[in-house]
Every structure is written in C-alpha cells, then in structure tokens.
C-alpha cells in the first residue's frame, strides 16, 4: 500500500540554523513527491514537489529530492527564519486521485 | 481571489445535529477532494470526485457523512447526528486532473472549516 512516515517533532531551531525534516515512502507504481506547510489556523500550501526519481523540488530556499534507491524525499533549507515556523507535511500521490499524507512535522525558530 | 474557498469556517454544533460544510473549487479544477484532519495529524483522505462523479469514499466515510457535486462545480459534505468524535478540520481541496494515471497533479487546499461537537 501507499503511506508516508515522517519524523516526529516538535523541532525547535535558531534563526539561521540548518533545518532537515525526514520522510520517507512506500508506494505502488511510480508516486509524486510533495511538501505541504500548514501556518496556524490555516490550510495546507504546497511548498515544492518532484513527480519523478531524482528530481529536485525548490521553493523559497528549501529543497527536496526523490531518492528512489532510498524510498525518501527529505526536506532541507539552509538557513531558516522565524517566518519558516509552521507545521510541514510529506505526501505522496501515486494515481493523483489520492493523496498520503504523514503525521507532520511542526517547527519552530526562534530569534 | 481565485483559491479554494471553504464555509462556514468555523463550526459549534450540539451532539446529534446535523451539519453541512461547502467548498468552492478553483474554477477550472475538475477534480475535488475533501479530508479530515484533527489535532497533531495529517489529513486523512474522506473522498473524492471527478468533475460530478464521486469516485471514492474511504473507510472513514460512514453511512452519517454524505458528499455531494452536483453540477461539478461546489461541494457539499453533510454530516448527520454529529458525534464528538466527528470534532475536526474538514479540508476541501482541488486539482486540474490530467488523467488518472499521472499522479503528477498538484493538489490546492482550502483553509479548512473547523467542526466542533459538544
């Protein structure tokens, strides 16, 4: 079956830090990879995605890519800001008619 | 604004009552999506229509939860004798669905209408 598993927080990072949130997959076929990021009280706004293996998802400093060997698509930025505070999701869709959703992973940075 | 409209936004019902959420898709978007998301998860996938065609209904839909698309274009997704279980945020999303072997689609969320049972 299809499921994602992401790595638990809550994170709690300094301004500036390096952030990596794990997640990782299993699916059948050939899935898209996406990041979602929940703000409070709002939501969920795609952040990037790679529909195939070895592609590279980027959007607003933060990257991603499709690990197939690995079954993984972890989420990086290099220096996060206060504004990155949120709650971030891994999902997948293997037919596009469904999408597997983790738990999701919720960070916070301070000044 | 052309996004996934959600309404109400927020929702206080007594145990028992029944309650109706609609959703308003981006407006070329024939496919539409509603999930269920509580506190500390992710959303979980309820259903999903192509254009007015439901064409699947999770587990998690029991007999009290109906879906409608009547003209493919709004939604409605009614829930019966409201239980406190059924305390969640009900998220409607959409995508321009390009056939149902690309799974490419990028899916656009509403912000959610919150259902509180008491």
């Known amino acids: 079956g299809n499921s994602v598993t992401q790595m638990e927080g809550p994170v709690t990072l300094s301004e500036e830090a390096f952030l990596t949130i794990n997640c990782t997959y299993t699916a059948t076929g050939y899935p898209s990879l996406f990041w979602y990021v929940q703000y409070p009280g709002e939501g969920l706004q795609l952040l990037l995605k790679?529909?195939?293996?070895?592609d590279k998802g980027s959007n607003k400093g933060f990257e991603a890519t499709y690990r197939k060997e690995t079954t993984s698509f972890h989420l990086e930025k290099g220096s996060v800001q206060v504004s990155d505070s949120a709650v971030y999701f891994c999902?997948?869709?293997?037919?596009?008619?469904?999408?597997?959703f983790g738990t999701g992973t919720s960070l916070t940075v301070i000044p | 604004d052309t996004g996934v409209s959600q309404d109400p936004r927020h929702k206080i019902t007594k145990r028992g009552q029944n309650v109706t959420f609609r959703c308003d898709p981006i407006s070329e978007h024939n496919r539409l999506y509603w999930y269920r998301q509580t506190l500390g998860q992710g959303p979980e996938f309820l259903t999903y229509f192509q254009n007015e065609a439901q064409l699947e209904k999770s587990r998690l839909l029991s007999d009290r939860f109906s879906a409608e698309r009547p003209k493919g274009s709004f939604s409605t997704l009614e829930i019966q004798r409201t239980e406190q279980g059924d305390s969640a945020m009900y998220l409607c999303a959409s995508s321009l669905g390009q056939g149902m072997l690309i799974s490419g689609n990028t899916i656009y969320f509403g912000e959610g209408s919150w259902l509180t049972v008491v």
């Open positions: 790679a529909t195939k293996a070895d």
């Open positions: 999902a997948l869709s293997s037919t596009g008619n469904q999408f597997y």
